[in-house]
């Protein structure tokens, strides 16, 4: 067997072929769309690609390759190449806007921008615009080769547009090695998460077939193989194409050995190149498997060699196919010939063309940037050993890296510099900053990297290196690294802050001490520890600090500090002196916006937005978030910081009964994971409202899945406590609702003034909703009294006289709940009423009714508490409210209200007439519904659980449909059966239907 070339035909990928343009054809009828490419190496992943470009019928492609140099990755780099190729088209330069944010990655067209908090937001925003541009007219095709070598900031910025791509003709191919994807790698649990999104699909290049390899063999060698030939060609390559193809270029038709493993099929060309060739293939390997020509050049001039040599050189391996040319450079055929030959390298020629390559690049390549430059040469002066280059490189390329808002790699550069620190004596004075100080940058940018332990980590190391095991004296002398303590402190207390765990505070007052009379530093530090004070719910102390802070901000001219101190001060005060703290959050928005500080005024916006939710002033929290909606896309960060409007704006929504609004708001949240996770929590709360209780189990799944419990702030988690608590008392499990009803109360003990937590007031309403859900169950009257004792002792602490609506319209319904009083309890409901009147909010509507309504049964109001239900009954048939609709059946069916279709009492409003189905619209699960009971009191003695079951009964259904219907275990229905019966003096179940018809339940 002998190959005569390169295969003319691509052979057994029909179908695939097939299934990328049919990608594509969608893409211009319905917008962007990702394929994945995947399968081992050497199956055709890039020749399948390249087919497929050769034969799209795209306006623009553009591609980009990731690069083998495992952790010393350049960041961004195959969009940097795909980004220059598509600026430098005819008569396409970047915008203005975004050419200030892409010079991060293309210094040719100008400065990029410095300082910047939201740097990184801008760029994926500025790259995700440019992309969208380019596609117009005639769509874009976007390759991105080799994901599995990809760095952590390519990964991000690709996650990004996959979930921001919309309507636009963009068709995005990211090929991935996946036999590359150990245990360990990050694309382990990536590539699945990707897969579940909408817009992306996986193809996966599977080996060819027996008839596959014949046709490629053939086209090859020119002829067909005889069927023993074709037998061993299978065999030994296992129908990957890049083995067939070097296993038959690799044979001699003498009958020479066969080479053993696709190793040594692989180097079986190489091998018969003469020496100067296969040298000049050991440095092109050095680099990976593609380098640029004039850096080859000039590491082949260190290594000996002349000009005419390496162009013979790589002619003749050109010629054999172990390489080809690029605009720039050189690529070998296929990754895997680049590692054959690599491998194949002795350790000391490894070591000795690295220390080439570092040379070079130290000197200086002409037409490569200086980005790239230090990145290459801190990666090649590593791998020769050659410690006090690699420090300095590795120093200059995290500064790069850094500019670029590459954080994982600013952080994994930095990180390389304190491992080589004691490897060099004089690294101090090489690097230009002490050590403490290269810790301190390492801290920051590991909470950068959304790496808080870490940066936990190095700043304890960074004081540990100056000497600094305990806290400073107020009033003591200054110590001599007052400011690098203090920097170091800082960078600590925001890593606690974040990981929600003890010393933050510890450390910014230290950091306060240490810190002489006016630091420029002072008042960064005193804005930190207000706002940690006021998330820790220290209120007090934190409008102590967050004045102190102010006036130091204002004496400093820090208007960074400032603007962000009076963002603290209006949230703090939102809650009390709410007029007050709305002009001071207005102030600090207005103060950050003509400063150019888009981070503080957007959380300004954000915060603002939620004080006129808490005080029930819809109309303008509307205002308010499509204002900053509006914002974000003036700054260019819409698709990176928007997410908590939308969320503000769904769950205003959803307050107005709007669910299916709501819910497409919350499919506009693809960013920050937090807010993904809070997303799954309204999705929960709507579940719940819905009575679909397969819901809500998924949104808290997706919830924890996104946000795990060991790893995310206890605060996070309330909402899932509030409706396992709810859940648990509607179904009956009465005891776990206790239990998580006093854990929830229990949290009042590490809050000296309880309302100064504003989650934690929240948390109360639904512990108040149990009370209401045990009262008048038998046995549960001391389980109410004890949630009823430790309500009352949280109010004891309500502050009087406050005109916040939110906390009044809590504290009339708490009380109304757990008044020993039936007449003072049913003021205090007819109080909530009123407030909760004043709201655009169908849920608290409704559920304020249900609570006046239970208040009006306990004072014998029968006519006032029908007024109530008939109110919440209309709420729940309109807007899908079964969770109401269950609550209120249960009301009807216990007390036995009149039946709707007579005549109410004189003074009396009509009751709601029973819902005849409870399944919710769409499907989802419902609440039974039975009919009202002709009569008054509990019909035959019957708990409202066995009338409910006596319901069903009645309609013939089974202990299993009985137990779905109710969200019970056919079990459970069989006991409920059992008693019942005994109740109704029946002996089956035909008659126990003709009883329930009588009692007008059937």
Not at 69 to 91: Q, S, Y
Not at 329 to 334: L, P
Not at 471 to 489: F, M, S, T, V
Request: aromatic share 4%; glycine share 10%; hydrophobic share 40%.
């Amino acid at each position: 067997m002998q190959s005569h070339g390169p295969s003319p035909v691509l052979v057994g990928r029909d179908r695939l072929l097939a299934r990328l343009a049919g990608d594509g054809r969608r893409v211009r009828t319905h917008g962007a769309r990702a394929t994945l490419v995947c399968g081992e190496a050497g199956v055709g992943k890039s020749r399948l690609i390249e087919e497929y470009l050769a034969r799209a019928d795209a306006g623009r492609t553009a591609v980009g390759g990731c690069l083998e140099l495992g952790a010393d990755g350049v960041p961004f780099a195959p969009f940097t190449t795909l980004l220059r190729h598509l600026a430098r088209e005819e008569g396409a330069p970047p915008s203005a806007a975004h050419s200030r944010e892409l010079a991060r990655l293309l210094p040719e067209l100008g400065r990029a921008p410095e300082g910047a908090d939201d740097g990184r937001a801008r760029l994926f925003e500025s790259v995700l615009t440019f992309l969208e541009e380019r596609s117009r007219p005639g769509g874009l095709l976007v390759v991105v080769e080799d994901l599995h070598w990809a760095d952590a900031s390519t990964r991000d910025l690709l996650v990004f547009l996959l979930r921001n791509l919309g309507d636009v003709p963009v068709h995005l191919l990211v090929s991935v090695r996946t036999d590359d994807i150990h245990r360990t790698h990050p694309l382990r649990g990536l590539l699945p998460e990707l897969e579940r999104l909408p817009r992306v699909g996986r193809l996966d290049v599977d080996p060819l077939d027996r008839d596959a390899v014949a046709a490629q063999a053939s086209a090859l060698r020119g002829g067909a193989l005889d069927p023993a030939a074709l037998d061993l060609l299978l065999e030994r390559t296992g129908g990957n194409p890049l083995f067939v193809e070097s296993f038959l270029h690799s044979q001699d038709p003498t009958g020479g050995p066969i080479p053993e493993g696709p190793r040594g099929l692989l180097l079986a060309t190489v091998e018969r190149l003469p020496d100067t060739t296969r040298r000049v293939l050991g440095l092109a390997a050095t680099a990976g498997d593609r380098v640029d020509h004039p850096l080859l050049a000039a590491v082949a001039l260190r290594s000996g060699l002349t000009e005419e040599q390496l162009d013979d050189a790589l002619r003749r391996a050109a010629d054999a196919r172990v390489l080809r040319a690029t605009d720039d450079g050189y690529a070998f055929r296929h990754a895997l010939l680049a590692e054959a030959v690599h491998t194949d390298l002795l350790p000391g020629e490894r070591v000795r063309a690295h220390r080439r390559y570092a040379e070079a690049l130290a000197q200086g390549v002409p037409g490569m940037s200086a980005a790239d430059t230090a990145v290459q040469l801190a990666h090649h002066a590593h791998a020769a050993r050659d410690q006090p280059l690699a420090l300095t490189a590795a120093w200059r390329a995290a500064g790069h890296a850094s500019s670029a808002a590459a954080h994982p790699e600013h952080l994994a550069l930095l990180e390389r510099v304190l491992e080589l620190w004691d490897l060099v004596p004089d690294a101090a004075s090489r690097v230009g900053k002490p050590r403490g100080e290269v810790l301190r940058r390492a801290s920051r940018a590991s909470l950068d990297a959304g790496h808080p332990r870490r940066a936990v980590d190095h700043a304890t190391d960074g004081l540990r290196e100056l000497g600094v095991t305990g806290y400073h004296e107020p009033g003591g002398p200054p110590p001599g690294n007052a400011e690098l303590i203090a920097g170091l402190r800082h960078a600590r207390a925001h890593a606690l802050k974040e990981m929600g765990r003890d010393g933050a505070l510890e450390d910014l007052a230290d950091a306060i001490v240490v810190l002489p009379h006016g630091h420029p530093l002072a008042a960064a530090v005193g804005s930190t520890l207000a706002a940690t004070l006021m998330m820790r719910n220290h209120h007090a102390q934190a409008r102590r600090s967050a004045l102190r802070g102010l006036e130091q901000a204002r004496a400093a001219g820090d208007r960074y500090s400032e603007a962000d101190l009076l963002v603290t001060l209006g949230t703090l005060s939102s809650t009390e002196e709410h007029e007050a703290g709305l002009r001071m959050l207005a102030d600090g928005i207005s103060l950050a916006r003509e400063s150019g500080f888009a981070e503080v005024e957007l959380r300004g916006l954000n915060n603002l937005g939620g004080a006129f939710q808490r005080i029930g002033r819809g109309e303008e929290h509307g205002r308010v978030v499509e204002e900053g909606l509006r914002r974000c896309a003036e700054l260019g960060v819409a698709r990176t910081q928007s997410d908590p409007f939308h969320l503000g704006i769904a769950v205003r929504l959803a307050h107005q009964g709007r669910f299916a609004e709501a819910e497409e708001r919350l499919g506009m949240i693809t960013g920050d994971t937090v807010f993904m996770a809070r997303a799954r929590t309204l999705r929960m709360n709507l579940a719940h409202h819905r009575w679909d209780l397969r819901g809500v189990r998924e949104a808290m799944e997706d919830f924890r899945r996104l946000l795990p419990e060991h790893s995310s702030s206890p605060s996070e988690y309330l909402p899932l406590r509030f409706t396992d608590m709810q859940v648990a008392a509607e179904e009956g499990r009465y005891g776990e609702a206790f239990d998580l009803a006093t854990a929830q109360l229990g949290r009042g003990e590490d809050h000296p003034s309880p309302f100064s937590d504003e989650l934690y007031v929240l948390g109360l309403s639904p512990v108040g909703d149990t009370v209401d859900l045990l009262r008048g169950e038998p046995g549960r009257e001391g389980e109410v009294r004890v949630l009823a004792s430790g309500l009352r002792e949280v109010f004891d602490g309500f502050p009087h006289g406050t005109r916040h609506p939110g906390l009044l319209l809590l504290r009339h319904q708490v009380m109304a709940q757990i008044g020993e009083d039936p007449g003072e309890a049913l003021a205090e409901a007819e109080a909530a009423v009123s407030l909760a009147g004043d709201r655009e909010d169908v849920l608290t509507e409704g559920r304020i009714r249900l609570v006046a309504a239970r208040a009006a049964l306990r004072a014998g109001d029968r006519g006032r508490a029908g007024a109530h239900l008939a109110v919440a009954g209309r709420l729940a048939r309109r807007y899908g409210l079964w969770l109401f609709a269950r609550q209120a059946q249960r009301l009807f069916l216990r007390h036995g209200l009149p039946d709707p279709g007579r005549p109410a009492a004189v003074g009396a409003a009509p009751v709601p007439p029973a819902l005849t189905d409870g399944s919710p619209p769409g499907g989802g699960a419902g609440a039974s519904a039975t009919a009202a009971p002709r009569g008054g009191g509990r019909p035959a003695g019957l708990t409202p659980r066995e009338a409910e079951v006596l319901a069903e009964v009645a309609k013939g259904r089974t202990n299993r449909e009985i137990g779905e219907a109710l969200f019970i275990s056919a079990k459970t229905v069989s006991v409920h059966v059992t008693n019942m019966m005994a109740k109704l003096g029946v002996s089956n179940r035909n008659a126990a239907a003709v009883r329930a018809r009588e009692l007008g339940l059937g």
